[in-house]
């Protein structure tokens, strides 16, 4: 269980970080 739960934390993360590179993107694309 706690594995799991880890994994979807790294996720989670992994996401969030990759909306933060688009937003990054979206403000050079400006």
């Not at 739960?5 to 933060?20: F, G, H, L």
Request: net charge negative; hydrophobic share 35%; proline share 0%.
């Amino acid at each position: 269980m706690e594995e799991l739960n880890i994994r979807d934390a790294s996720e989670t993360k992994v996401s969030a970080s990759e909306d933060e590179e688009t937003e990054i993107e979206k403000l050079f694309t400006w």
